[in-house]
């Protein structure tokens, strides 16, 4: 992937992350969410993992609890047409100017959450994907209702979920 999750400045931290052992990290690494995520809302700060045995998986690993942990994979890995619509008040959330319509990639981060259930297939929220301004850091989870997306897209058998070990 050619984007960039981790900055490379600034002071170095570190966490005992449940599913990484020690995380090292940047202090200007974590991506912050002003309103954490729905059903998360006291998550506000998260680190995105990158593991190259796992990839294109992404790990979205919790500041504020260790054993919180999603694992997700970028929108167009999995659709390559994946069409994002922001409303302006996320726009406004994320520091976007009003009128802008931002580039994946270039601009912000498009990350589908990945649900996996016990007996059945894993599955991606591409109707509801965190997005993230890559320049100032901020993040929502963008909530698409009037998009054709579902929020449970099957998974090619390529993209075999994996967990956060």
Not at 63 to 79: E, K, M, N, Q, S
Not at 92 to 103: M, Q, T
């Amino acid at each position: 992937m050619d984007i960039e999750l981790h900055e490379n400045s600034g002071q170095m931290s570190r966490i005992e992350s449940l599913y990484f052992n020690e995380l090292e990290y940047n202090e200007d690494s974590p991506f912050y969410f002003a309103a954490g995520i729905p059903g998360f809302e006291e998550h506000t700060a998260f680190l995105f993992v990158e593991q190259p045995h796992t990839s294109p998986l992404i790990f979205m690993q919790s500041l504020r609890d260790t054993a919180v942990c999603f694992v997700g994979l970028p929108a167009a890995a999995i659709d390559p047409d994946y069409r994002l619509q922001l409303s302006p008040e996320e726009g406004v959330a994320l520091g976007l100017p009003w009128s802008e319509n931002p580039e994946i990639g270039q601009e912000i981060f498009c990350l589908a959450l990945i649900t996996i259930v016990e007996g059945s297939d894993p599955v991606a929220n591409l109707m509801s994907p965190i997005v993230v301004n890559l320049k100032n850091r901020k993040g929502i989870q963008a909530i698409q209702l009037g998009s054709h997306y579902s929020l449970r897209h099957p998974l090619a058998p390529e993209h075999e979920a994996a967990s956060c070990s």
